[in-house]
């Protein structure tokens, strides 16, 4: 689909660099997808350059976090229904804004925040984690019978990289091998139908981020130049170098000297953490989502483009809690109350936060009583089902909840210390005013980067939008 | 009057928040109010808007000033002599000229390529014979007749034919997924017989383990056939593996394997079953509806995702067409959805050309399946012929004749060869290798790959030679692992499925291949009345004398040194409450986990003449004490299936509950167990396994991976892990037909330091030095003849001579290796 005479061709605000794409000649193969438009004359102008995504994975009670309601404390006998909040509420630095204990360092920092209290799932149904991820990655619900990018890879496709070496889309913290999703996890964390080029550079473990980096174990930088210097040597004499115009002979060169490039490169040492000063490594080491966020900073200041960090996905782990929800909810907040807190100081400090969107989200929240939404068919997944609190184990929020989930923005030109939507103050706690959709926070997101929601591409001869069905509205209020 | 109230009316109407969409908007309103007159072939008045030109041209709209447009004034018009559309028709609604009223004001945006004109190709329908032009000097290769003719026509010279090594590396390849041993290219590049290529391509295809074991790649990304993936999580998936590999292995005929795919047996159900993930789904994606577009895309080359949420706008195919599609599968009455909107109509049971005939709508649901497995594989039903000989040549020659090859409306660049190698394949029977076959003996095929310089799709297409194809993940690593004796061991699944059905798949691929194995022997030797026969003399013994009412919970190992005699089938059969692990000689047969079914397991492969140990670990799975037993009993069979023997009370069994390490080895010192208690016959209570045995109450278990022994595991036969992924292996969470043609950065980055690679270098530079340690040369030599089937260049030597180092080490081997691997002449197919 092109756009006719009057309307202009894709205006990105950056010019896409080339370097990492694999070959210019690629985008005019016939079965590479071609970019139809992206256009948006009364979108607010983007001021983010790079994306940092801190993933809640495993649905993370609003109310236990961003969302405070009536709070009561564990008691024997107490019954369920009475329970919305397992933790009192504190002040932060903006007035109107209480959020829940545990999270004090994020309070501090909350008058550089957008907070949207209205952040609405779809109701899938009986409720599977990784579909909802999906969803949220990606805009689309699955299965699709196109593979569906990740929000990282469009921003890699479309974007492309700040700085040539360094990966447009990292992924930090989520381990596949054991996990009882993996292969629901794999299949959104793609750049699907974009191709291989604009998928993620997954760094499992972020304190081994910079072995991904390295020469292999084992092998000096001398030795792997070295190594390197032969290939290039023996492709010279190859005689497959009689058909020096065959494209894909050039751009398999061409990928393997940008691999040598970013492996060989200074940049490469924003990965390593060993590097960081041990004051500022210990502000942010809460564990691996705390190190994860000290990456990702990192990793900005050097010219990545989007990073996910998760606090990781995995059945009936961290935010899962199908039992002993106040119990692990504490300790989640632990983990990143500190390490976020800092990320935004650091990345204000360093003048990066105005370029900067950091959104933190989650695939659904919680509830103590509702599975789903009000009035859904989801079977009931709660692992500590009880009339009245009898143990520890009872207390805290169980089911899985869909209509009202908190999502908090920082810097990349939203508003600070915006309080956006509510949730009923009482159960059921859905969206009460200026719900928010998946697809609408993801034009949201791609608009503050400089994204038309609008943005397609052709595939199979079909448009293959940003957002689902090309239909995502900016939420304009959220924009500073 | 009424013209003005109606302006004023959309005046006030409030903005429509959203941009248009020509697509999804506006097309369907032009379609169904304007173009039956003027669109297509009809211009009435003069005025037709097939295109944006078109309608600029007529002067009646104005881009960007709505209001000022004569179309607007018409449509939105009361007046009976002007109004459009005309009076004897239904006006447009109110949302719809709102719509075209923002069209309009968005400046007009249309469809790159979109046209109301009816397409300019129509693909046959119907098989078409081929008259074959004229032998050119003694070219008689069908193919190379029509190509031949085909270069005249277009002024194009004569290929350029490859030489005999790098015939039989694209070959072996490409019909088998394996590079040709430097022995074997020794030999058949000294080979002086005319047809030797001939008689290569035949004996490349004879070897149906290896063809099976490659094509297994394509098929499966066409099926969406995977040993783990989404929707297995909740049952909503379900693996062909045993099914595919072995109608591979066979070579089915193509008929035959469309057949069992659309009207399956359970083995081959998992292909019309879908991919269903836990929860709502979209009604595009419902099961039903995935049928139609997986039958539509893999076996017809007709894309029908369009037309599963509304009639498409870029081919014929409707919205009813592919929910009656939908319906031959459906098991319950299916509602239409527009967009996931229902319209309360009912989809009723048909395929898509019915001038082949068509399904019984009231039919029940299997005979459904089966009236269109009839119509798909029917003789007059060309679109399935062309559909798979595309594709084939596309495998052979790196681009189809029709291309892309899921687009088969697109025009061929000949319709001559497509019509022909399709024709061909039904003649000969729907033989898949028939077809390979030909194409491989084709000069077309034996030609020097043409450079790709321009991939601009604008221009038409000329044939001009094979293009260069690049390998996938799995000849990648079967090239690396088969150059380098780096097989690795099978994966821990492999052998059994896991509750979700996922993985198991050697176990699979041997039951295919049972009717070769002793497998399928043991299977059809044992019956009900024979394991009856062996039941009657055996005993349930466990550690204590009362556990046949109370056992303490837990673990007991058992161990019984027997004798057992000489059989052509060694079986041992058991039960447990709870559960048993058996072992024999220290190898794991296999376990059994209930008292009222039994357990044949295999033991003739470790059975050692004289003295044997079976040792077993027990297990009382309860809090409670609670009865347990072992019920355990070798037994001999003869080559037909006789009952030779069953092993006599030779030994005694001992037990402890502690368990201690080799406890279940030969040379373990058990001196210090207990001796166990018989507790009596297989008739005796709690369990009565005699009393309720009957035919359903016994399965076997084979040992599979013993039966696989040390054959090498091919790269398709493995899970799909992150360095396949890297490499292009989709997930088969969609169906694919191309995998990625290039290399990206991201896949060189862990090709250039990933763990992966790395230790698969060590171990290769380990068995590459094991073979020569002395002679670099030689090494150099048969590295360049195993990976790129040509000897080194004096500089090639040189520059390997440096990477080796003097004397040669395991680095510099590892270093050579990685380098003559990532090649792009190693990685391409030429």
Redesign the interface.
Known sequence: MQLPNDMSELETRRHFLKTLAASATAAMMSSEPRLLRANDAQAPAAKADSCILLWMGGGMAAPDTFDPKQYRPFEVGTPVEEIISTFPAIDTVVDNIKITEGLESIASVMDRATLVRSHVQADLGNILHSRHQYHWHTGYVPPQTVAAPHIGAWMARVLGPINPVIPPFINIGQRIEGNGEAQELQAFTTAGFLGNEYGPFNIPDPSQAARAVRPPQGMEMGRFQNRFQAYQKLVKESPQGQYASDFQQESMIRSMENAHRLLESKHKDAFDLSLEPKESFEKYDTGRFGQGCLLARRLVESGARFIEVTTEYVPFLHWDTHENGHTTAARMKQEIDRPIAQLILDLEQRGLLDRTLVVLASEFSRDMIIEGVPGSTANDQSRAKTETLQEMRHYGLHRHFTGGTSVLMFGGGMQRGLLYGATAPERPCVAITNPVTITDLHATIFTAMGISPKTAFEVERRPFYVTKDGTGQPVLDLFA | MGCTLLASILWQAPAI???I????DVVPILRQRCAECHGGSEAEGGFSLNT?ALLLEADVVT??QADESRILELVTSTDPDDQMPPKDRDRLTEKEMQLLKQWIDD??????G?TFAEERYEPPLLPRPVELPTVMEGRSNPIDRIIDAYRVEYGLPREVPIDDAAFMRRLTIDLVGLLPAPEELEAFVADDAVNKRQQLIDQTLAKDRDYAEHWITFWSDLLRNAY???????GGRKQITGWLYGALLTNMPYNLFVRELIAPSPESEGFIKG????????SS?APEI?FA?SVGQVLLGI?L??A?CHDSF?DRWTLDETYNLAAVFSSKPLEVHRCDVPSGRFAEAAWIFPELGQVDKQAEQPERLRQLADLMTHPDNGRLTRTIVNRLWQRMMGRGIV??V??MQTEPWSADLLDYLALNLQQHNYDLKQTLSLIANSHAYQAQ?V???????SEQFVFQGPQ?K?MTAEQFLDAIWQSTRTWSDPDGNAFKPDGRGQGGQLAAVLQAEGSQARIKTVDHLLTGDLIREVLQQSQWVWSTPDAATVAPPGVAHFRQTIEIPDAPHVLIVTAADNSAEVFLNGHRLGDSGAYDRVVILEATEHVTSGTNLIAVRGKNDTDQPNPAGLLLKVFGLSEDGKLQWVESESGQWVWSAETHSGWELTDFDASSWETAVVLGDASMAPWNLLATFDDSRYAVVHDWKSLWGDRPVRAALRPHD?LQ??L?R??R??VVS?R??????????S?????D??SLMQHAAENVLAQNRDDPDELINSLFLAALA?PP?T??HQ??L??LGEPMTQ?GVE??L???F????F??I?
Not at chain 2, 107 to 112: A, K, M, R, S, V
Not at chain 2, 228 to 234: C, E, Q, R
Not at chain 2, 275 to 282: L, P, T
Not at chain 2, 822 to 825: A, G, N, R, S, T
């Open positions: 928040a959203k941009d969409d020509f697509a999804h944006r881009p960007r400046g007009l945006p249309w469809e790159d979109f783990a993936g989404t929707g297995f999580i909740d991919i269903k993930w836990r929860g709502n789904v979209n994606q995935q577009q894309n995702k369009c599963s870029i291309d892309p899921d687009a790959a450079a790709i310089e321009d991939h601009s799709s260069t690049r992150q992924a890297t292009g989709p997930n969470e969609q191309t990625p043609s290039e290399l990206t950065t991201l896949e060189a980055i090709l250039a330091n990933g763990e690679v790395s040509r260049s500089i090639e520059v390997s440096g990477l680095d270093d050579l990685w380098a003559v990532m090649l792009p002449e990685h391409l030429r």
